[in-house]
Structures are given as structure tokens and as C-alpha cells.
């Protein structure tokens, strides 16, 4: 089964605008949870995190926020760039546990 | 140049045979992993190692064997390579356990079984 989900396979954005990915979990024994990016031929690399004790976490123009009682984190990008197009996976963690969802395929247009 | 490499980048075996990938990481972390990625099930984690000679089995750790006999290098053996094990198969290592804040992932082995 798995604990966590990416419902979306793909986005397109136009670039400039906002670009919300959207990640739900299923175990509330998570407490830490990160998003990691992957450009093609290439590992995944971190991104942004965010700690249970919190609901916001900004690092220039990427913005996760997570919501405890609905078990849900989203990535928000502002402004998108057409560097941004890229696959991007959420992690959610617990001790000596981490779960990768299947993965948002970006698209940012010009 | 520092970090973590994985080889090879591409390999094509046959059903039944025995395949080894190699892992590298230059940055003595204590923790490696190996997680396995596909479509629909982002990446699942095979086996990891919190040291030298010590091991644990992962979420899907069935029909691979893991050593670790030095710090830096992790290899991953596919005894008898089954078409089910046709994926993509990522390295990482860190400074802690799975649990861990921050993950670093070499490039990836692209292992398909015919």
C-alpha cells in the first residue's frame, strides 16, 4: 500500500504563474517531510523540507505547506521558471521509515 | 570530484542471470541506500546500511543481496535477475538512518532484464 500519494502525474504551467503540487500521506507516525526534484538521466536532489511542528516552510521562491489533520503537503513555486520542469517526488519520514510518492512530472512553459 | 557514483549507468542482462551494481560515495557518510524507481510507485527503498558490515532489509527487499565491506562502496547484487527487477535503481547515502532530514542520490543504473 502506499502511504503516500501524488495524485497528479503531470502539471503545466505557464511560466511566471504559480505551480501547486499536491502530496497526501496515510501514516500519522510521519514527522518530517521533504520534496526532492529529479531532471532526467539524473538522482533526485532535495529540495525543501518541512517539520511536523510546523505548517509553512519558505526557501526563496519554493513554499511547502503542510495541513496535520488533513495528512496533506503541497509545493507551491513562485514565479515558475522553465528551469523548474522536472519531476518532483514528496518523502515523508519517520524513525528509520522513509516513503516516496510516485512523482509530479512539471511542465513550465515559456 | 566528491560525491556519489553509481555504475554502470545502463546494463542489459538476461532472466536468470547475475548482476552487480556498484555504488560509490566519497563523503564518509555512514548511512547507504538503494531504492529501485517505478512508474507509479516513485521510489521504493531495497536495502540499506548504517555501516561497514551492517545491513537492513528495506520495503522491497526480495531476490537482491547487499555488502558493505568498506565505508564508501555498496554494491547491489541480483543473484537471479528476474524481469520484474527490469527498473531503475538509485544509490544515496547520508549522515543518518532512512528516517534521515537530507538523502544525496547518485545518477542511477538503469538495469533492464530481458
Known amino acids: 500500500d502506499q502511504q503516500v500519494k501524488q495524485n497528479s502525474p503531470s502539471l503545466s504551467v505557464q511560466e511566471g504563474r504559480i505551480s501547486i503540487l499536491n502530496c497526501d500521506y496515510t501514516?500519522?507516525?510521519?514527522?518530517?517531510f521533504l520534496w526532492y526534484k529529479k531532471y532526467p538521466a539524473e538522482g533526485p536532489t532535495f529540495l525543501i523540507s518541512?517539520?511536523?511542528?510546523?505548517d509553512k516552510n519558505e526557501d526563496g521562491r519554493f513554499t511547502v505547506f503542510l495541513n496535520k489533520s488533513a495528512k496533506h503537503l503541497s509545493l507551491h513555486i513562485v514565479p515558475s521558471q522553465p528551469g523548474d520542469s522536472a519531476v518532483y517526488f514528496c518523502?515523508?519520514?519517520?524513525?528509520?521509515?522513509?516513503?516516496f510518492g510516485a512523482g509530479t512530472r512539471l511542465t513550465v512553459k515559456p | 570530484d566528491a560525491g556519489i557514483t553509481q555504475s554502470p549507468r545502463y546494463k542489459i542482462t538476461e532472466t536468470g542471470r547475475q548482476v552487480t551494481l556498484m555504488c560509490h560515495q566519497t563523503?564518509?557518510?555512514?548511512?547507504m541506500f538503494w531504492y529501485r524507481q517505478d512508474l507509479g510507485h516513485g521510489l521504493r527503498l531495497i536495502y540499506y546500511?548504517?555501516?561497514?558490515?551492517?545491513?537492513d532489509k528495506g520495503e522491497v527487499p526480495d531476490g537482491y543481496v547487499v555488502s558493505r565491506s568498506k565505508t564508501e562502496n555498496f554494491p547491489l547484487t541480483l543473484e537471479s535477475a528476474t524481469r520484474s527487477q527490469t527498473s531503475v535503481y538509485f544509490c544515496?547515502?547520508?549522515?543518518?538512518?532512512?528516517?534521515?532530514?537530507?538523502?544525496?542520490f547518485g545518477p542511477g543504473t538503469r538495469l533492464t532484464v530481458t
Open positions: 544515496a547515502s547520508s549522515r543518518k538512518g532512512p528516517g534521515s532530514r537530507e538523502q544525496y
Open positions: 501514516n500519522s507516525m510521519f514527522d518530517y
Open positions: 518541512i517539520s511536523s511542528i510546523k
Open positions: 518523502a515523508a519520514s519517520a524513525t528509520n521509515d522513509m516513503r
Open positions: 563523503w564518509s557518510h555512514s548511512y
Open positions: 546500511s548504517a555501516a561497514a558490515d551492517i545491513t
